[in-house]
């Protein structure tokens, strides 16, 4: 409800059946029945007997309410004191001359320009990653000249934080449907998981003859660094990152090969044949001698192999064709001989 109209309603009220002012060594109360105060004085409330020698009382007005005056009967004295304009807070004092002293206030509405319409804070909320926490801020931040600011409790099942702000006298939040003009402000956050990193662990790099196994980390260096010490691996977040599950490694990198396996074989060199050209055969055919006829009888000879279907012997092309030509006329001139001596033993 809206706090003019509670005041105007408790206004009405204050009026119709006054106000009790009570204090240290209130005796009794006589319920409106005296008029020790005027009768003929609208607004002041119900009397109070108080005793005391003096008697002090301390008030302040409720919120829309401003004090108009009062009024004090000790004995036979009364005593009229009236605020123009009206005060929010008054202070009595009064060395009572009998044993009885009867006060009474009065209390008036007050004015709409009394009354001042404030805003209310800003509470935000925020969660972080890295930290896995959440956090608030009230802006602007309490203390107020305006208002008073509650504890702020955090809801984790609902992922919020809340306070309950209360305007001060004389301030009112629009908003308000609360009597005493208290709003409730919340504010929600989400929980997220953006910043976790799951590390890859190193590799280890196979030995040889020439050079021992090495480790090989993992490249990310916009999430992790590393650190070794020894064959230990740590990695390490940058800044906004949180690293989630194993982030130290034990390394055991392998020593270099030895050994017969790293013996090396003795290289052969293999000399490729050289196949004779034409012009080279042109050459051997005009230099070697014309074979004798086949005698009758004797089974013809085997053709000639060229020289590029006989394997290399580190002779070139031709040599062999010598060779070959000379054999052919040894045997053509044995199978001659042999064909007279037949004929001779006959």
Not at 52 to 70: F, I, M, Q
Request: aromatic share 6%; proline share 10%; glycine share 8%.
């Amino acid at each position: 409800m809206n706090k003019r109209i509670l005041g105007g309603l408790a206004a009405a009220a204050m009026l119709a059946g006054g106000l009790a002012i009570t204090s240290a060594g209130v005796a009794s109360a006589n319920n409106g029945a005296s008029d020790l105060c005027p009768s003929n004085t609208d607004g002041y409330g119900r009397k109070t007997d108080t005793v005391g020698n003096p008697a002090t009382v301390s008030y302040t007005a409720p919120p829309g309410k401003l004090v108009a005056g009062y009024c004090v009967k000790a004995g036979t004295t009364t005593e009229f004191v009236t605020f123009d304009p009206p005060v929010k807070s008054v202070t009595i004092d009064h060395e009572a001359k009998d044993s009885v002293s009867h006060y009474s206030i009065r209390l008036v509405p007050a004015p709409e320009e009394e009354l001042n319409e404030i805003t209310p804070p800003v509470l935000t909320a925020s969660y972080d990653c890295v930290a896995k926490s959440a956090s608030y801020l009230l802006l602007p931040p309490p203390p107020s000249a305006d208002w008073t600011a509650g504890e702020v409790i955090e809801d984790q099942d609902k992922d919020t934080f809340s306070v309950d702000i209360t305007p001060k006298n004389g301030n009112y939040f629009p908003t308000s449907e609360e009597g005493d003009g208290s709003i409730t402000l919340t504010a929600q956050y989400t929980e997220t998981t953006d910043c976790e990193v799951i590390v890859a662990a190193p590799t280890l790099a196979a030995p040889d003859c020439s050079v021992p196994g090495s480790v090989v980390p993992s490249v990310n260096p916009n999430k992790y660094t590393w650190s070794n010490e020894g064959n230990t691996f740590t990695a390490t977040p940058v800044k906004g990152v949180r690293l989630v599950g194993q982030t130290v490694f034990e390394m055991n990198p392998l020593p270099k090969l030895t050994g017969d396996q790293c013996l090396v074989p003795p290289v052969v060199d293999v000399v490729a044949p050289i196949a004779p050209t034409q012009a080279t055969r042109e050459v051997v055919s005009a230099f070697s001698p014309a074979l004798p006829p086949v005698p009758a009888g004797v089974a013809a000879l085997p053709p000639v192999v060229p020289a590029a279907g006989l394997p290399a012997t580190g002779i070139d092309g031709t040599g062999v064709t010598a060779l070959i030509a000379l054999l052919l006329t040894s045997l053509g001139g044995a199978a001659l001989f042999a064909s007279r001596r037949r004929n001779v033993t006959i």
